[in-house]
């Protein structure tokens, strides 16, 4: 210690190796460090999967047939003019002026060339491969849109609900108990039943049962979170509620709430096919996976059925695949997680 009056020196302190330290924060702003952020780890864990990076490639093909199997319209104007599906959905007997369930032309007995019907055609001779291509718009898009929809909402319910606590969380969380209480496909069935049939009122159907779910899953990490100490700092520095909530508290949270959402797309494809397949979802003709093998059931049923595989083959094995690429993206994301040791994003900025 200095004997010089007001002055105090410590041993073993150098400012200016302290001054040439790294940044201690994962979430720094200096773009030299070469620390690399939690969610950066997260995606190189996931690249690092084989299967991860297969499903991804799945969803991909299928999000590409669903913008360019047909082209798409909105009131009045075409945004997107391609076209891949070799025949409309909707146009009868391609192979032939009256030949229905023509054998799909890969198969060496087919009387078509190769790629002329490669999924073979249906009770109305409708080339099935075309109609599956398209049917791809439907069911991808709406697990998309719900899911989107119903996280984004779920999330901001839930956040302010577990954020506020008290009286608040008591009178919100009420309300998704009584959400809960019915089964999510019944009262899906109950909405289409007062709407109708069609793209929207599915949205609406599933949107209305599935953002309860990620209300009491965010709730639940909110309850934990934000009693850390950044959070309490955060407060006593003067920040409004709502940044704190939205800036702080939330993006440390999401963690299981993506995993969820990764999850629930292929829950909510295969609800649209339940209710297509039961004559709910969509009108009669429309090329929707679903619908397509509740036109069909009647065939597979008929004692020529098991020769006519291929109308409710195809169609099936399309949702079979794309639910399958999904749970294989949400299963490697949560493993990736799950190897970050379940932390929730770095206090230091998990919003800034």
Do not use: C
Not at 213 to 222: D, H, N
Request: no cysteine; net charge neutral.
């Amino acid at each position: 210690m200095s004997t010089k009056r007001g002055r105090i020196t410590i041993n073993g302190f150098d400012a200016d190796v302290v001054e040439q330290r790294e940044e201690l924060s994962d979430w720094s702003d200096d773009k030299d460090t070469n620390l690399e952020s939690r969610w950066r780890r997260v995606a190189r864990e996931i690249r690092r999967d084989r299967l991860a990076l297969i499903g991804g490639a799945v969803v991909f093909v299928m999000v590409l047939l669903a913008i360019f199997s047909q082209p798409i319209r909105a009131f009045g104007v075409t945004i997107q003019p391609i076209s891949i599906t070799p025949y409309d959905p909707g146009q009868q007997f391609v192979a032939g002026t009256t030949e229905n369930y023509a054998y799909p032309s890969f198969l060496p007995w087919s009387e078509g060339s190769l790629l002329d019907y490669p999924f073979g055609t249906d009770t109305l001779g409708r080339d099935v491969f075309s109609r599956v291509m398209a049917g791809t718009r439907y069911s991808v898009t709406i697990g998309l849109i719900v899911t989107a929809i119903s996280g984004t909402f779920g999330v901001i319910y839930g956040g302010i609900s577990g954020y506020f606590g008290g009286k608040v969380d008591g009178v919100l969380m009420r309300f998704v108990d009584m959400i809960f209480a019915f089964p999510g496909l019944v009262l899906a069935i109950v909405i289409l039943s007062l709407l109708g049939k069609g793209y929207w009122p599915l949205v609406l159907a599933f949107t209305a049962t599935g953002w309860a779910g990620y209300a009491r899953l965010i709730r639940g990490e909110i309850l934990k979170v934000k009693q850390n100490e950044y959070v309490l700092a955060a407060k006593a520095l003067g920040a409004r509620d709502r940044r704190v909530l939205f800036r702080h508290v939330v993006p440390n949270s999401i963690a299981p709430v993506i995993v969820q959402a990764t999850l629930s797309i292929g829950t909510v494809v295969i609800g649209v096919a339940a209710l297509g397949f039961l004559g709910l979802g969509f009108p009669p003709g429309t090329p929707e996976w679903g619908t397509m093998i509740n036109a069909e059931q009647g065939t597979v049923l008929s004692a020529r059925g098991w020769i006519r595989w291929w109308v409710t083959v195809f169609p099936g094995m399309m949702l079979f695949l794309f639910v399958m690429a999904m749970n294989m993206i949400g299963d490697a994301i949560n493993d990736a997680l799950d190897a970050q040791g379940g932390e929730g994003i770095d206090a230091a900025g998990g919003g800034g």
